[in-house]
């Protein structure tokens, strides 16, 4: 069995795949994940980029609060 957004019947994948690829890879919400979509479109390489880069801004400033 394949990881959502490795691999289907046509090597395509829907959006609601690739926001689980997106949370389980890389820890962002639901939300963010829609939006990042949105925004950069369904490349998984630019996309978990992206959301990396998301993830270690929200961390960071999560952490300069305390």
């Given amino acids: 069995m394949t990881e959502p957004g490795e691999g289907s019947s046509h090597g395509r994948i829907d959006d609601k ?3 689980i690829l997106l ?3 890389t820890g962002i919400s ?3 994940a ?3 979509i949105k925004a ?3 490349d998984r390489p630019s996309l ?3 959301a990396r880069i998301i993830k ?3 961390q960071t400033s999560t952490s300069s609060r305390v």
């Fill in 40 to 42: 950069v479109g369904r």
């Fill in 48 to 50: 978990l980029r992206e």
């Fill in 23 to 25: 949370k389980e890879k």
């Fill in 34 to 36: 829609r939006r990042l």
């Fill in 30 to 32: 639901d939300a963010q």
């Fill in 17 to 19: 795949q690739l926001v």
């Fill in 56 to 58: 270690a801004r929200v």
